[in-house]
């Protein structure tokens, strides 16, 4: 006697190769949604989805078993019981999904399953492909730590406030985001140490940013002309 081998399905290329959407808030457009369609195939007898097999894995059916949702790591799929087509769409707010590195690729798998005319249970795993995409850190700046006070008097004998200090911070969910020197010595900052701190002239005194710890210290200049003309 033979045996009766469980149930499977075919599954189509999936379509297309999902992209996560990337740049400054993901206004570089990715490709969030694809789709694979499975196709029920037994060697010896009939087969067809198991609508019971997918709820016990934890398939949501909300309209009377015609579809079947769930929730993946980096999105979610629904699946048609009567077309076997399974639609994944990308989530792109997720933090998982946001770490993604640019050109990185990682898998959604799930698994659908079916019976065969004798009740005996199969499944097939449906696999989808993401690639990463770059985003661009983000910078936050604190309050000014104290409100600058030009000195008065004559010469400037009653004392001011000529410092204050802004920490910036900065954060990329994907890698370690660092200040960009270039760009600092092309818009007028300079620096004598290095690369440590840098410094830019402003019209009432000097910026000085340390990279390190992301500390921006502003001077107060006294005895600049406009200054004294406040």
Not at 50 to 63: F, P, Y
Not at 80 to 103: C, H, K, P, R, V
Not at 134 to 146: E, G, Q, R, V
């Amino acid at each position: 006697y033979g045996s009766n081998p469980p149930p499977s399905a075919v599954l189509s290329t999936p379509t297309p190769t999902i992209v996560e959407a990337g740049g400054v808030n993901n206004g570089t457009a990715g490709i969030a949604t694809g789709s694979i369609t499975l196709t029920p195939a037994d060697a010896d007898s009939m087969s067809s989805f198991s609508a019971q097999a997918l709820v016990a894995d934890g398939w949501i059916s909300s309209d009377g078993d015609l579809t079947f949702a769930r929730n993946g790591v980096y999105g979610s799929a629904i699946f048609t019981l009567a077309t076997g087509e399974l639609n994944y769409s990308l989530d792109d707010a997720l933090q998982l999904t946001q770490e993604l590195g640019d050109g990185a690729t990682v898998t959604e798998t799930f698994t659908i399953y079916l019976l065969d005319e004798q009740g005996l249970p199969g499944s097939t795993d449906a696999v989808f492909t993401i690639q990463g995409s770059n985003d661009t850190p983000s910078i936050t700046a604190s309050a000014a730590s104290t409100e600058l006070l030009e000195a008065s008097g004559d010469r400037n004998t009653s004392s001011g406030i000529a410092t204050s200090t802004i920490n910036i911070g900065m954060e990329d969910l994907e890698s370690t985001p660092s200040f960009d020197a270039t760009w600092l010595l092309d818009n007028g900052w300079s620096t004598s140490d290095g690369g440590l701190t840098y410094a830019l002239a402003g019209g009432y005194g000097t910026a000085t940013l340390t990279l390190a710890p992301g500390e921006l210290v502003y001077l107060l200049d006294t005895v600049a002309v406009r200054p004294a003309a406040l």
